[in-house]
């Protein structure tokens, strides 16, 4: 998305969050403005880039699901590897 698709995304976002205020719904009105608010950030980060001359990165659609790694990261224990690590006694540090 461009900076612009970004900002147009932004402001449909906060007029359907204000609409969703209007009917008493501060549940569905809060998650469509933080999700507003994301996308006004990513429109000033994408702006800022083009300004800098820098070329723009092509982000992933919200539907794309981000690519599973494989086997765990390098320096982060297994969840059964955290487990095993014993609790020091109390008293002594």
């Known amino acids: 998305m ?4 970004h900002y147009r995304l932004a402001e449909q ?3 359907e969050a204000y609409n969703e205020f209007r009917h008493d719904d ?4 809060t998650a469509l403005a933080a999700i507003a608010q994301v996308h006004a950030t ?3 980060a994408a702006a800022a880039e083009a300004a800098l ?3 723009a990165k092509a982000t ?20 059964n590897e955290a487990r095993s690590v014993p ?7």
């Open 2 to 5: 461009t900076s612009p698709d």
């Open 13 to 15: 976002l906060a007029d």
């Open 26 to 29: 501060e549940a569905g009105a």
């Open 42 to 44: 990513l429109a000033l």
């Open 53 to 55: 001359g820098r070329p």
């Open 60 to 79: 992933r659609p919200l539907s794309a699901k981000p690519k599973a790694e494989s086997g765990p990261k390098k320096g982060v224990p297994t969840r």
């Open 87 to 93: 609790a020091p006694a109390r008293g002594t540090t």
